[in-house]
């Protein structure tokens, strides 16, 4: 087994910019597939507003999760984007462009955001993590794989806390049809944000690793199919708000994993603590 804390969550919906839209289940189960537009006037963009859509959405629900926070040892604060096609938009923007004017005179503003871990270094920058900084893209296993991979730089010392982006977007229209179309399993992008630490703050939720145990275990935890890898990340979001927000004591979270392993979220008392990612 091992644990780790969260210490703050965010998320962008089809319902707009919060982690509160995930408590809107019914709203959400009929809103549009694809992440609201943004509106370039809104004051949280201006910031970011060179940026990709993705890392833009991407920013918000991190600014999200941190809610203020500030690292005290930058060099020891993680960022792990998991993403499959976030890059497309970029990359199409970019041949349109170089088809309309030209191969010499396409704008180079575009090129940065066609690297697929641009969404990582623009957060890095924006928030200091100077840590260790990946971008996991391992289709629909990349929401398992991120969340297991912050957990292991926890686990391992090579990071106190690890700020996890898991970014779900369609391909661009003109790839996500026809022969050759790139597959997906989502209906509905999200992005969700999760800070992780080692150790436990006061609000700290913990969140543990076991393999699978009775319901029981898990106080007032409702009996779930597995949790699609793809979708852990935004999984754990809408758990630890459920539990922050006292709406349930813990939750249990089957994965749909070889490792057979369950996540589980709750509040413990004190004293009933263990160890920093034990």
Same mark, same amino acid.
């Given at each position: 087994?091992?644990?780790?804390?969260?210490?703050? *969550?965010?998320?962008?919906?089809?319902?707009?910019?919060?982690?509160?839209?995930?408590?809107?289940?019914?709203?959400?189960?009929?809103?549009?597939?694809?992440?609201?537009?943004?509106?370039?006037?809104?004051?949280?963009?201006?910031?970011?507003?060179?940026?990709?859509?993705?890392?833009?959405?991407?920013? &918000?629900?991190?600014?999200?999760?941190? %809610?203020?926070?500030?690292?005290?040892? +930058?060099?020891?604060?993680? /960022? #792990?984007?998991?993403?499959? *096609?976030?890059?497309?938009?970029?990359?199409?923007?970019?041949?349109?462009?170089?088809?309309?004017?030209?191969?010499?005179?396409?704008?180079? @503003?575009?090129?940065?955001?066609? $690297? &697929?871990?641009?969404? @990582?270094?623009?957060?890095?920058?924006?928030?200091?993590?100077?840590?260790? %900084?990946?971008?996991?893209?391992?289709?629909?296993?990349?929401?398992?794989?991120?969340?297991?991979?912050? !957990?292991?730089?926890?686990?391992?010392?090579?990071? %106190?806390?690890?700020?996890? /982006?898991?970014?779900?977007?369609? +391909?661009?229209?003109?790839?996500?049809?026809?022969?050759?179309?790139?597959? *997906?399993?989502?209906?509905?992008?999200?992005?969700?944000?999760?800070?992780?630490?080692?150790?436990?703050?006061?609000?700290?939720?913990?969140?543990?690793?076991?393999? +699978?145990?009775?319901?029981?275990?898990?106080?007032?935890?409702?009996?779930?199919?597995?949790?699609?890898?793809?979708?852990?990340?935004?999984?754990? #979001?809408? !758990?630890?708000?459920?539990?922050?927000?006292?709406?349930?004591?813990?939750?249990?979270?089957?994965?749909?994993?070889?490792?057979?392993?369950?996540? $589980?979220?709750?509040?413990?008392?004190?004293?009933?603590?263990?160890? +920093? /990612?034990?």
């Amino acid at each position: 087994m091992y644990e780790m804390w969260v210490e703050g *969550y965010g998320a962008v919906t089809p319902l707009g910019s919060g982690a509160e839209g995930l408590l809107n289940r019914q709203e959400l189960a009929v809103s549009p597939s694809g992440l609201p537009k943004l509106d370039p006037r809104d004051p949280r963009i201006k910031p970011v507003r060179k940026w990709s859509s993705s890392a833009q959405y991407a920013y &918000l629900a991190m600014q999200e999760a941190l %809610n203020g926070h500030t690292f005290n040892e +930058p060099e020891r604060a993680a /960022c #792990v984007v998991g993403t499959n *096609y976030s890059n497309l938009e970029a990359i199409v923007a970019l041949d349109q462009d170089a088809r309309q004017y030209g191969v010499n005179n396409a704008n180079p @503003g575009i090129f940065p955001e066609t $690297v &697929l871990n641009a969404i @990582g270094g623009h957060l890095a920058e924006k928030f200091q993590l100077r840590g260790v %900084n990946v971008t996991l893209s391992d289709g629909d296993a990349t929401g398992w794989n991120a969340v297991r991979y912050a !957990a292991e730089l926890l686990q391992d010392g090579q990071a %106190n806390e690890v700020m996890l /982006c898991m970014v779900n977007r369609f +391909p661009p229209e003109t790839l996500a049809s026809g022969n050759g179309s790139l597959p *997906y399993s989502f209906q509905r992008e999200s992005i969700s944000a999760l800070r992780l630490s080692r150790t436990r703050s006061v609000k700290g939720i913990r969140l543990r690793a076991d393999e +699978p145990a009775p319901a029981s275990e898990a106080e007032g935890s409702r009996t779930r199919e597995a949790i699609p890898s793809w979708s852990l990340p935004l999984a754990i #979001v809408q !758990a630890a708000l459920l539990v922050d927000r006292g709406m349930r004591p813990s939750i249990l979270l089957p994965i749909r994993d070889e490792d057979q392993l369950a996540l $589980v979220l709750d509040k413990p008392q004190e004293g009933a603590i263990g160890g +920093p /990612c034990a």
